[in-house]
Structure formats: structure tokens, C-alpha cells
């Protein structure tokens, strides 16, 4: 079993910054992916952002070159740096991982820009 513990959303100006954290706990070893999804309210969950074991990234076009994944192996730990953040970026986000063909999902921590 993976626990996954996301922190660090909150309330932000439009074009201000927030920096997620994603802490995982539990079985860690063989996470093969780690990343982010949101879901806006009336919206569909959307991937955000995943990074591998390796390092290979992927955005969705919608934050790409805004946003930035990175994860610290040694602590378990992934964090999603938020810059120039718009009201279109307003929503829960969940962080999740992936190890040996299961997918674990946190509960969730809300983002909100204000305009």
C-alpha cells in the first residue's frame, strides 16, 4: 500500500505562484510514476502533470511552461511548482502514484486564484 499526503494549495492572486508537495509513505519502493491531476468543479479530472523513476516529464498543454514537476526519490517526495497561475487553474488537485501496475491517489488539496 502507497499513502500519498499532498500540501501546499491554498489562495493566490492571479499571476501569483504555489508550489504543491506530494508525500508518499507506505510501500515506496518501485513507484514507477508520480504526478498530478485536477478537477475543476463541473469538470472532468484532468492529468496535470507525471513524472517517472527516470525523470521524463509530461504536461498537459494547458500548463506547460508554467508549471514544473519534480520529485526527490530519496524523500518520497514530488512537488509541482505553479507559476503565472490563472483562474483556469482553479480546482482540486490530486496527486498520484503508480507502483507495480497500481494506481494510489491522495485526497486531494484545493487551488484557487483569484482574479
Known amino acids: 500500500q502507497v499513502q500519498l499526503a499532498e500540501s501546499g494549495g491554498g489562495l493566490v492572486q492571479v499571476g501569483g505562484s504555489l508550489r504543491l508537495s506530494c508525500a508518499a509513505s507506505?510501500?515506496?519502493?518501485?513507484?514507477?510514476?508520480i504526478g498530478w491531476h485536477r478537477q475543476a468543479p463541473g469538470k472532468q479530472r484532468e492529468l496535470v502533470a507525471l513524472?517517472?523513476?527516470?525523470?521524463?516529464?509530461t504536461y498537459s498543454e494547458s500548463v506547460k511552461g508554467r508549471f514544473t514537476i519534480s520529485r526527490d526519490n530519496a524523500k518520497s517526495t514530488a512537488y509541482l511548482q505553479m507559476n503565472t497561475l490563472t483562474p483556469e487553474d482553479t480546482a482540486v488537485y490530486y496527486c498520484?502514484?503508480?507502483?507495480?501496475?497500481?494506481?494510489?491517489w491522495g485526497q486531494g488539496t484545493q487551488v484557487t486564484v483569484s482574479s
Open positions: 513524472i517517472t523513476n527516470s525523470g521524463s516529464s
Open positions: 507506505g510501500s515506496t519502493s518501485s513507484i514507477t510514476i
Open positions: 498520484y502514484a503508480t507502483r507495480l501496475g497500481r494506481n494510489y
